[in-house]
């Protein structure tokens, strides 16, 4: 094996934590959607979700502030959308408008869900000791929904600086869980 140093900047490259995601908020009734990566199932039930949202982002103080919040599950054929999400900011732009995304009520929170992402889920915010030095919220989910015609989503998963990587093959082993 030819192992060799790898930046200690590029560990999370080999981390990623799941699928892209993108989060939504809605404060003082403006909507907004932000692209999210580094987040974390947390607990199992009730469904704990960990993520980070940096305080430089314009949906942090909204989340702050109202406590909840949904996270939207695109698959691939939506990547160009969430990077552009990732790019922009919603202090200057309507996200939902400027790319094509349409906002489907929630059942239980404020903040919309996403009508062409494949999953949603409905969250509040239940722990906020960890915000202040790291952007760390923990979330409850608390209504889950799913279209399940779509078979196996292709996910976006996070490589870092541009690249993705797309989910593919499912591999099913013997497991004791449930």
């Known amino acids: 094996m030819a192992w060799r ?7 999370y490259q080999l981390l990623e934590p799941g699928p892209v995601v993108l989060l939504t908020t809605a404060c003082k009734g403006r909507p907004n959607v932000m692209t999210l990566s ?7 039930e009730p469904p704990l979700v960990g993520c980070v949202v940096s305080d430089r982002n ?34 200057d732009v309507d996200k939902f408008a400027a790319f094509g995304l349409t906002a ?12 062409e992402c494949f999953a949603s889920l409905e969250c509040r915010v239940v722990d906020t000791r960890m915000v202040a030095k790291y952007g760390f ?9 799913a279209d399940r015609s779509r078979g196996a989503p292709r996910t976006l998963h996070h490589r ?10 499912t591999v099913r082993l013997p497991s004791r869980m449930p």
């Not at 140093?5 to 560990?11: P, Y």
């Not at 489907?104 to 009508?115: E, G, N, T, Y």
């Open 5 to 11: 140093a790898l930046a200690l900047s590029k560990v």
């Open 38 to 44: 580094w987040h974390t199932m947390m607990e199992f």
């Open 58 to 91: 314009y949906s942090f103080a909204a989340l702050k502030a109202t406590r909840e919040c949904a996270i939207s599950v695109p698959e691939r054929d939506l990547a160009e959308k969430v990077v552009g999400c990732g790019n922009t900011s919603g202090r």
């Open 104 to 115: 489907a009520p929630a059942s239980r929170v404020s903040a919309p869900l996403i009508r």
């Open 137 to 145: 919220f923990v979330l409850e989910v608390v209504a889950a929904w």
């Open 160 to 169: 870092g600086y541009g690249t993705f990587m797309v989910a593919g093959e």
